[in-house]
Nanobody, 123 residues
Framework: QVQLVESGGGTVQAGGSLRLSCVAS????????LGWFRQTPEKEREFVGT????????SYADSVKGRFTISRDNAKDSVDLQMNGLKPEDTAVYYC????????????????WGQGTQVTVSS
């Protein structure tokens, strides 16, 4: 069993930055993948990016590529999402999720989810 807890959400002006953290307990195995997703009331849950728990090169959605960075923090047992150049359309509840095996952009393939953290970008 893997438990995920997100933190770091908040309100920021357009062009600003936020850093989200997803702390995992229950010791995800090295073959797990951690994904970041986001959701608004108007849209289905949307893929943001993913990284293997053991590290390596992250993958990103085109909408955030070049602005967002996913990284592992071994000391904290966390996966962080650094968001720069935020836009109003980035406003959403952000979730981290975990699954074994290969990475996926489909949220339905992820077994474990955090509770989400709100990110609001004002124009």
């Amino acid at each position: 069993q893997v438990q995920l807890v997100e933190s770091g959400g908040g309100t920021v002006q357009a062009g600003g930055s936020l850093r989200l953290s997803c702390v995992a307990s229950g010791r995800p195995c090295s073959y797990y993948v951690l994904g970041w997703f986001r959701q608004t009331p108007e849209k289905e849950r949307e893929f943001v990016g993913t990284i293997r728990w053991s590290g390596g090169s992250p993958s990103y959605a085109d909408s955030v590529k070049g602005r967002f960075t996913i990284s592992r923090d071994n000391a904290k047992d966390s996966v962080d999402l650094q968001m720069n150049g935020l836009k109003p359309e980035d406003t959403a509840v952000y979730y981290c999720a975990a699954k074994p095996g290969a990475g996926s952009i489909d949220p339905r393939e992820y077994f474990y989810w955090g509770q989400g953290t709100q990110v609001t970008v004002s124009s």
